[in-house]
């Protein structure tokens, strides 16, 4: 019998974030039978969904003469510029079509503070704003979690290092992942960065239920 509950937590599988998308991550698509086939596994399975207003900072159309992929100084924080993308609302903020999103038990909506952006599922990346998923998870008496999802290098990686910082047991089911690999050699560098804290690569045949 266990212990304790065990959480899926699937990041950022939408419309602008796959092929098609005006932010697509390389065969984004292809993970979402993938997650659709673990989620029974889980005893709470969590959708994290970026939700940004049109004026999000993030936002290279927000800040004149600059473009997507530069680095600014937003209050104190280095910010990427990044396309305008999961506006609230709009079709590229929706999940894909094809992922199982009824199966969800909370969606987690990220990054709508629009002078913020918010890679990780647990904090804004001021690193002192919660999301509110870590008391979730605390008060559904979940000690471990699982992530999957949109991109390896970027959120996946920020939710899987805040997890650890909470004090979860912590695994990235690396099959139901797509990384973006910007610059040459991030995901590469993630994945070292994720085991050096004890993080788990796993991959879904490493499932238990």
């Given at each position: 019998?266990?212990?304790?509950?065990?959480?899926?937590?699937?990041?950022?599988?939408?419309?602008?974030?796959?092929?098609?998308?005006?932010?697509?991550?390389?065969?984004?698509?292809?993970?979402?039978?993938?997650?659709?086939?673990?989620?029974?596994?889980?005893?709470?399975?969590?959708?994290?969904?970026?939700?940004?207003?049109?004026?999000?900072?993030?936002?290279?159309?927000?800040?004149?003469?600059?473009?997507?992929?530069?680095?600014?100084?937003?209050?104190?924080?280095?910010?990427?510029?990044?396309?305008?993308?999961?506006?609230?609302?709009?079709?590229?903020?929706?999940f894909h079509k094809d992922?199982?999103s009824k199966g969800f038990?909370?969606?987690?909506?990220?990054?709508?503070?629009?002078?913020?952006?918010?890679?990780?599922?647990?904090?804004?990346?001021?690193?002192?704003?919660?999301?509110?998923?870590?008391?979730?998870?605390?008060?559904?008496?979940?000690?471990?979690?699982?992530?999957?999802?949109?991109?390896?290098?970027?959120?996946?990686?920020?939710?899987?290092?805040?997890?650890?910082?909470?004090?979860?047991?912590?695994?990235?089911?690396?099959?139901?992942?797509?990384?973006?690999?910007?610059?040459?050699?991030?995901?590469?560098?993630?994945?070292?960065?994720?085991?050096?804290?004890?993080?788990?690569?796993?991959?879904?045949?490493?499932?238990?239920?």
């Amino acid at each position: 019998m266990k212990e304790y509950k065990k959480a899926l937590i699937v990041i950022d599988v939408q419309n602008d974030f796959c092929p098609g998308g005006s932010l697509a991550v390389n065969e984004g698509d292809e993970i979402v039978p993938v997650i659709n086939g673990i989620m029974n596994k889980f005893d709470i399975v969590i959708g994290a969904q970026d939700w940004h207003p049109e004026s999000h900072a993030s936002f290279a159309s927000n800040h004149k003469g600059k473009n997507a992929y530069d680095q600014i100084d937003s209050n104190g924080i280095m910010q990427t510029l990044w396309p305008d993308h999961c506006v609230q609302g709009m079709p590229g903020a929706d999940f894909h079509k094809d992922l199982n999103s009824k199966g969800f038990n909370l969606i987690l909506r990220k990054g709508i503070n629009s002078k913020i952006d918010s890679y990780s599922a647990f904090l804004e990346n001021d690193k002192k704003t919660e999301t509110g998923l870590h008391g979730y998870l605390d008060a559904l008496d979940a000690k471990e979690v699982c992530l999957c999802g949109l991109a390896t290098d970027y959120c996946v990686y920020y939710s899987a290092m805040d997890a650890v910082k909470y004090g979860f047991k912590t695994s990235v089911i690396l099959d139901a992942c797509r990384g973006i690999d910007v610059p040459e050699g991030s995901i590469d560098k993630c994945l070292k960065d994720m085991k050096s804290i004890g993080i788990k690569i796993l991959k879904t045949g490493d499932l238990q239920i």
